[in-house]
């Protein structure tokens, strides 16, 4: 008889995904942040002839940097660990598409006597880590739940419309998964991927990026060093 399966004794010490080729990780925590967008700002111009002037190359790399650094700022100011960007097989990066890895605490929930308690509902999870952004009804998020690696998985689905003030001209398509962290209770992993498709977030790419997302998540594991 196989032994039966018990809740780890301590946290994971990592994690990680069967991350294609063609994505890039940016660690948003340390200055290396700054380093890999440099990285990626050059290889994406490395293989660009050496015949093409200079004053019209210099425009798009400043562009392109920018869009980068917008990006990093953007993932550092909703406490992002790490940062996954899409490279084309030529070098260039593609911003149609991103995802980030962030951490999440689970607020507790007062109780008619004034007591704290849990929160056991994958729905109701769902609305409380993500109420924060202002779309806390459940109405209003396609919500699922299962496991990932092991650990109970909340996955939410929703089109984001644009906002122009933001820096976001175009509409996205968001798709959340938040992970119970083993050995951790009230800790959650969230996986956060968001693509614009090809500029309309309901169309036939964008289906087949949230397919490739979800797929990716099938390959999360934990890990302990």
Request: negative net charge; glycine residues 8%; charged residues 25%.
């Amino acid at each position: 008889m196989a032994d039966p399966v018990t809740e780890p004794a301590s946290p994971p010490t990592g994690y990680g995904f069967l991350l294609p080729e063609d994505w890039v990780q940016i660690p948003l925590r340390q200055a290396d942040a700054e380093v890999a967008v440099r990285s990626l700002v050059a290889s994406a111009f490395a293989r660009v002839p050496a015949d093409v002037p200079r004053d019209k190359l210099t425009p798009l790399r400043l562009e392109l940097e920018r869009r980068l650094r917008a990006a990093v700022a953007e993932a550092r100011r909703a406490d992002a660990l790490e940062m996954y960007l899409p490279v084309k097989l030529t070098g260039a990066v593609n911003l149609g598409a991103s995802f980030t890895v962030s951490n999440a605490r689970l607020p507790t929930r007062s109780g008619p006597d004034g007591a704290s308690s849990e929160v056991s509902d994958p729905a109701e999870i769902a609305v409380q880590l993500l109420s924060a952004d202002g779309t806390g009804s459940a109405s209003e998020m396609d919500l699922s739940s299962g496991e990932v690696d092991g650990a109970l998985a909340v996955r939410r689905e929703r089109v984001v419309p644009a906002a122009p003030e933001r820096g976001a001209e175009l509409g996205s398509r968001r798709v959340e998964y938040l992970v119970a962290i083993p050995g951790d209770p009230g800790q959650w992993l969230v996986a956060a991927f968001s693509t614009i498709g090809a500029g309309n977030p309901r169309d036939d790419l964008a289906d087949a990026m949230v397919e490739w997302f979800d797929a990716l998540m099938t390959t999360f594991r934990w890990s302990w060093t």
